[in-house]
């Protein structure tokens, strides 16, 4: 973003004012541009540069950052003041660690290592150099050294009262508590840290980065209350510096995530287009989770092509559209491509909270192509993790997944209450969607117990929220299913519509393996659903259970 400079100050001590004023309003790209008018003049003192690094990295212009606090490095070693200069050392090796650029990074962190080393009275700076070592900690999942090495940091920025320090550290100990599935106790460091945020204690490149983490932190394990709260805390304070760029985009893409969950697709698009434009009139390469965000929402709409083309953006990006592609492939018939790419992605995840984004989009399309074990694997590791992490929309998944596979096992009763329990969390979370899609199944099984009053109402009410919501395609999926429960006969004597598809197929005189590939579902399965309806119908073979069937009119 660039500002022009209406006003034509006398000379550089009145640019310098006019940039020092812009940067105390946060007016970023007016202080950016005095700044560097400033410094064509005269090169600037070290205090400015570090300022027109500060200017430069919120619009957005990563060189000019990293040029100037370069040379504001350079000017404090050359004023002998080491503890400025290896601050300034940390920060370049950090937003070089965060850039990808791990080689410099390095340098940078060793270079001011070595200030610290040699200089007894920089305590406060060893403090920051522990700030690196706790986010390599974290990316290893080593929560008890994170754990520890944080309390450290925390200890040193409350002797120095450094505010920075101490909000960066203790959020890091809160995240390495939560990953150590600690959750509650992580939450209530990372919200005393959100308490000096948003009072303005923290300097403006560590209050962005701290908001997004804590926002992360709270988005991967779903604690959905708590997203929503400091998001809209993030998103007023980007409001307040309108020409920031360096978290507004990151914002606008948090705003269109908690839209999308909440039902306010139109929204939620408009939000990630934002991003995307805000990135773009800063000349930066566009949020590859914006395009990712917009993908989403086309496919749940039934726009197919859209969905393609922004997955493809996102992938071109190097953001992984996984499971929203793999979903997407299914809801075009490409079963066996969903299958396969659900399965790469699923299989090269070893974090447990990335394995939970995407084992309920397993678990649907395993259960589509008849593979029940897949099925069934993908369930319990999601119920691993929401008894590990224990949230309530983590719990609700687990629940949603179980009920879908319990449905397909024969077991409606057990179904029923668990759908319920994630219908009860979803409504309760605000998240229409998954709401309708739990009352989707909340209908099935009430018809597989022989209640088709109770079916009917809630596929009524599952439609009436899909309708609202513009989901097409799982508007026609209501549609059809309650077609096939009106041409289903009301007394099904207890089986399941799975079920009552494995008879009809039996008494037409197909074998179960035969059964088993018209149905793409294993020999075992058919086993399975034969011993259920048996047992239902009080018969022993599968003759009987034909004759049975062509007696009560059940085909």
């Known amino acids: 973003m660039v500002v022009e400079v209406t006003k034509r100050p006398r000379d550089t ?12 309003e946060r007016s970023w790209s007016a202080a950016f541009a005095w700044f560097a008018k400033a410094d064509a003049a005269a090169r600037l003192g070290a205090d400015d540069l570090e300022r027109l690094a500060t200017a430069a990295y919120l ?3 990563d060189a000019g950052f990293f040029s100037a606090l370069e040379r504001a490095y350079q000017a404090y070693v050359g004023a002998d003041d080491l503890g400025r200069a290896t601050r300034c050392a940390f920060w370049l090796g950090l937003c070089l660690l965060f850039a ?16 610290v080393d040699s200089q007894a009275h920089l305590d406060a700076e060893a403090g920051y150099l522990l700030v690196p070592q706790i986010e390599q900690q974290l990316s290893q999942g080593d929560w008890e050294t994170a754990q520890a090495v944080a309390r450290q940091a925390v200890a040193i920025g409350e002797k120095y009262g450094d505010a920075d ?12 508590l939560i990953g150590a599935s600690d959750v509650d106790k992580g939450f209530a460091l990372l919200d005393q840290v959100m308490l000096d945020v948003t009072a303005g204690a923290v300097s403006p490149i560590m209050t962005g980065l701290v908001y997004c983490s804590v926002i992360d932190a709270c988005q991967q ?3 959905v209350a708590r997203a929503r709260e400091w998001t809209d805390a993030l998103a007023d304070w980007c409001e307040g510096q309108p020409q920031m ?11 269109a995530e908690l839209l999308q969950l909440s039902g306010k697709w139109s929204d939620a698009v408009h939000e990630a287009r934002r991003a995307c434009e805000r990135y773009a009139r800063a000349s930066l390469r566009p949020s590859n989770a914006a395009f990712y965000q917009q993908a989403e929402i086309h496919r749940l709409r039934g726009e197919y092509e859209a969905a393609e083309e922004f ?20 809801a075009q018939g490409n079963k066996d491509v969903a299958r396969g790419s659900i399965r790469r992605i699923l299989g090269a995840s070893d974090d447990p909270l990335r394995r939970a984004r995407l084992l309920p989009a397993c678990a649907e399309i395993m259960l589509a192509v008849g593979e029940i074990d897949a099925a069934r694997h993908a369930c319990r590791d999601l119920t691993e993790v929401a008894d590990r992490f224990g949230t309530e929309v983590l719990a609700a998944m687990a629940a949603q997944a179980e009920a879908a596979l319990a449905l397909e096992e024969g077991d409606a009763q057990r179904a029923l209450g668990l759908a319920r329990k994630a219908f009860h969390t979803w409504n309760r979370v605000e998240a229409p969607y998954e709401a309708a899609r739990a009352r989707i199944l909340v209908g099935i099984a009430c018809r597989a117990l022989d209640d088709s009053e109770g079916a009917q109402l809630e596929l009524d009410a599952a439609m009436a929220m899909l309708e609202q919501l513009g989901a097409a395609p799982e508007v026609a999926r209501v549609k059809a299913l309650g077609r096939a429960m009106q041409a289903t006969p009301v007394d099904t004597h207890g089986l399941t519509p799975r079920e009552l598809e494995v008879l009809q197929l039996v008494a037409a005189g197909k074998t179960n393996k035969e059964t088993a590939a018209e149905l793409f579902v294993s020999s075992r399965t058919v086993d399975r659903h034969l011993n259920n309806i048996f047992n239902k119908l009080d018969v022993s073979t599968r003759t009987a259970a034909a004759a049975y069937a062509h007696d009560h009119k059940l085909i």
């Open 59 to 61: 619009v957005g212009n």
């Open 221 to 223: 394990v779903y604690a």
């Open 245 to 255: 760029v360096a978290f507004s985009g990151t914002c606008l893409v948090h705003r």
């Open 311 to 330: 997955y493809r953006e996102a992938s071109q990006s190097g953001f992984e559209p996984q499971p929203g592609l793999s979903l997407l492939r299914l």
């Open 100 to 115: 990808g650029k791990r080689a410099r990074a390095n340098g940078w962190l060793a270079r001011a290592q070595a200030h």
């Open 13 to 24: 001590t009145d640019v310098l004012v006019a940039a020092r004023a812009a940067y105390a």
């Open 165 to 176: 320090l101490r909000a960066c550290a203790r959020h890091q100990h809160g995240r390495a």
